[in-house]
């Protein structure tokens, strides 16, 4: 990107050579703070999202990976440093930058009422990264892995389209098909209600094969329909009749234009589309709440609310 210098940051000291061998420029931490840098973007383990965070939220602007934390709790420290310093703070939920995703958007009026959401992601985790044991990866791991927080993408952009979770019903399995520790989640599936009173229902899936990346609006007046993995949109009359097509390419624009929007921010350019699709930190959070209500759901067995 045009007058953007990115440094890795390997929080390994003896990567530092590997990444320079690259071609890439690179630095440890304690060298990062010398930098004075204009923003930072987190990427370590879910773990430790958010106290990095707040470390560096009090010398400039951050943006997450996703999750902003495990829990909705234990975000509070990267929102509250977000807030004491007067600086921004983002979450990188980059579907909400999916051509295919914003076409969708574009066209929900369309459809007239929406009357049903159904969204899922189903996929098998071994065949993710075919060079590592999944056994060993972030996603398996207790406190930080499991398929929920994985794929929080899925429960952010249906608040992000569709509005606020009210309460909500959960299953949050474990099955042992994978063998992963009994507290990471395989298989989940939530059902939330909206202060409009729509219903969406969310299925996520670890266990699952072939794999499925989708989203159907239903509406009185026709149907939209979305497929990540074909890359494909399209819209139905109430008969049934396809009256419009989409296809994309991708990943790469998706998360250039997630980066190009941050970099706007840092520049103090106007609010345009781009900067307010950004995730928030607020909105990390709010993702998480429903994450930890969907826990206690499957717990409890029964409707709980966000808190």
């Known amino acids: 990107m045009g007058g953007v210098r990115p440094v890795a940051v390997p929080l390994r000291a003896e990567r530092v050579a590997e990444w320079k061998q690259n071609g890439f420029a690179a630095c440890t931490v304690d060298d990062a703070r010398a930098l004075d840098p204009a923003g930072v973007i987190v990427c370590t383990d879910t773990a430790r999202h958010a106290q990095t965070a707040a470390e560096w939220l009090a010398r400039c602007p951050v943006l997450s990976e996703k999750p902003l934390a495990p829990t909705a709790a234990d975000a509070s420290i990267a929102v509250e440093a977000a807030r004491r310093h007067g600086r921004s703070l983002y979450v990188a939920c980059n579907l909400r930058f ?35 044991d999944f056994r060993e990866t972030y996603s398996a791991r207790a406190g930080e892995g499991g398929v929920l927080l994985d794929m929080i993408h899925e429960i952010d952009y249906c608040r992000w389209l569709f509005g606020e979770c009210e309460s909500l019903v959960a299953t949050v399995d474990n099955l042992g098909i994978l063998g ?30 072939p ?26 009359d109430a008969d049934g009749r396809v009256t419009d097509e989409y296809t994309w390419t991708g990943p790469d624009d998706m998360y250039r234009n997630q980066l190009a929007a941050w970099v706007a921010v840092l520049r103090g350019q106007g609010r345009n589309e781009d900067q307010r699709d950004l995730s928030t930190g607020a909105d990390g959070v709010a993702a998480l709440r429903i994450c930890d209500a969907a826990r206690a759901s499957s717990r409890l067995k029964q409707w709980v609310r966000p808190s």
């Open 98 to 132: 999916d051509a295919g995703l914003r076409w969708i958007r574009e066209r929900l009026p369309q459809i007239g009422r929406i009357t049903a959401v159904d969204a899922e992601c189903l996929s098998w985790l071994p065949a993710w990264r075919p060079q590592r």
């Open 211 to 236: 794999t499925r990346r989708t989203l159907r609006v239903s509406g009185d007046r026709g149907m939209l329909e979305w497929d990540l993995v074909k890359r494909a949109a399209r819209a139905l």
């Open 180 to 209: 992963l520790p009994s507290e990471v989640d395989e298989s989940v599936r939530v059902l939330w209600s909206t202060p409009a009173d729509l219903r969406i229902g969310v299925s996520l899936s670890y266990v699952a094969r």
